[in-house]
């Protein structure tokens, strides 16, 4: 994505770039400065309403993360959101909570998903508590009406038209709270599991890639961890892979961006339908994917991952805009054994995955610790 896909700001737009630091096109006449702070005001109040606006047309919850994204695309103060999200309105893709996740992650991997997240799990702990709390207002209504039956029934001998009538005013009191505490209940349930489906597509957004639709790194991880503990006190047979499709960049630079991103997507994929079930395949970063296999030892995971490097590599691909070749593309590999440790199982395959650049691209290495 790039600057040039934001379409021409508005004068309106442009008024607010004055406020938040871009320089004005033509010098301004000078005003009064009661004339410049009452402007300032109104375009200040006029911003408020827009980034309103721009979160109730788009259904998003009034989180810190969506304030953010609204002014900076409102204002154009961070040109990478600002150019993410006119991109995203122009292609008619929507904008979710999820989307906007994803988007931030790329953008911003280590700030605001984490604030996200946070923002939208302290909501739903919010709506547990008034759960608890109408469910304690509640038991409360109970007991004190059987405390005031218990009165009640005390006074029945001596007074017992008076006595029925207030058991019966009681009687409507309990029933009246009870149903406004059942109305309440149902209400905070209803908010409390759209902010737990939230919550769960935030998460999922978050480990995913925009692009392949594929884990991205922190998914990735999470999934090695998660294989990790999925065993019954066996050992597992786990290999690690890392594969970087090669010369990746003269595909950019001859084919252009786009043309890229479908070859990313459909290495993603490639990899994906070829390695089956027992493999999670990942986007890492970049034209790189790395790769769990399962069930197999070192040497089968390099066989299995061969096998898919020369049946890729018998493909001749089209830029389907140009109809110009792009022609093979083929990915070279390292593969470690992997046991406990994230980092130097990760550390170990990228120096076999460097070897197999340097002995000449379009192989699989083995890492030496394992070989």
């Known amino acids: 994505m790039t600057a040039s896909t934001l379409s021409t700001p508005t ?40 980034i ?6 788009h259904r998003l919850a009034p989180l810190p993360i969506h304030f953010e994204v609204a002014h900076a695309y409102l204002t154009g103060h961070d040109r990478s959101i600002a150019t993410a999200i006119g991109k995203m309105l122009a292609d008619d893709e929507p904008l979710t909570a999820e989307a906007i996740a994803q988007l931030m992650t790329e953008l911003r991997p280590t700030e605001s998903v984490p604030q996200a997240l946070a923002s939208l799990a302290e909501q739903l702990e919010a709506r547990l508590t008034e759960c608890m709390s109408a469910t304690d207002l509640s038991q409360t209504s109970a007991r004190d009406y059987g405390d005031a039956l218990d009165v009640a029934q005390s006074q029945l001998a001596t007074d017992p038209t008076g006595t029925l009538k207030r058991i019966a005013g009681l009687t409507r009191e309990v029933v009246e709270t009870t149903r406004l505490i059942e109305t309440e209940l149902k209400q905070t349930r209803r908010e409390a ?3 737990r489906g939230d919550l769960d597509r935030a998460r999922d957004a978050a480990e995913r890639d925009h692009l392949t639709g594929l884990p991205n790194r922190r998914g990735f991880e999470r999934r090695v961890t998660e294989a990790l503990g999925d065993g019954d006190g066996t050992p597992h047979r786990l290999a690690l892979a890392l594969c970087d499709i090669d010369d ?24 994906t339908n070829e390695l089956g ?3 999670c395949v990942g986007r890492y970063g970049g034209e790189e994917f790395a790769v769990l296999i399962e069930g197999h030892s070192v040497n089968e995971a390099v066989m299995l991952l061969d096998e898919v490097r020369e049946k890729l590599a018998t493909r001749s691909l089209v830029n389907r805009e140009t109809g110009l070749s792009i022609g093979r593309v083929t990915f070279s590999a390292g593969v470690t054994l992997f046991t406990e440790n994230v980092s130097s199982a990760l550390g170990a395959a990228d120096a076999a995955l460097y070897r197999a650049k340097r002995g ?3 192989t699989v290495q083995i890492a030496s610790a394992v070989g």
């Open 277 to 279: 079930r027992n493999a």
């Open 248 to 271: 990746f960049k003269r595909v950019n630079d001859v084919h252009g961006h786009l043309a890229g991103d479908r070859v990313l997507k459909f290495v993603g994929s490639f990899l």
């Open 360 to 362: 000449g691209k379009n």
């Open 52 to 57: 309103g606006g721009f979160l109730e047309t």
């Open 11 to 50: 004068p309106r737009l442009s008024r607010l770039a004055t406020l938040f630091g871009a320089a004005p096109a033509t010098p301004a006449r000078p005003v009064a400065v009661a004339d410049e702070t009452d402007m300032r005001r109104r375009v200040e109040r006029q911003l408020y309403a827009d």
């Open 193 to 195: 599991d759209r902010l």
